[in-house]
């Protein structure tokens, strides 16, 4: 599994952040999505996935291997 984000799609909703803590923060300034784990464990990958499902804006896309 690979993350990856749009930062310009993000609206700052931190939906991502409360999904997979691991994986994804926020930028204090204006709350616009920061990717920890490009490629995380196994263990991570529910929460990526789910991430992905409730974002908002549609900023968070998950490459399945």
């Keep these: ?3 990856e984000i ?3 799609k993000c609206i700052g ?5 409360l999904s997979a803590p691991d994986v ?3 930028r204090e300034e204006d709350g ?5 784990d490009e490629v995380p464990a196994e263990e991570r990958w529910a929460g990526a996935r789910d ?3 409730v974002c908002p804006s549609g ?3 998950v490459h399945e291997d």
Aim: charged content about 15%; hydrophobic content about 60%; glycine content about 4%.
């Design 1 to 3: 599994m690979k993350i």
């Design 6 to 8: 749009d930062q310009e």
């Design 13 to 17: 909703a931190g939906q991502c952040v």
């Design 24 to 26: 994804f923060d926020q």
């Design 32 to 36: 616009i999505v920061v990717l920890l």
């Design 51 to 53: 991430a992905a499902a």
């Design 59 to 61: 900023a968070v896309t």
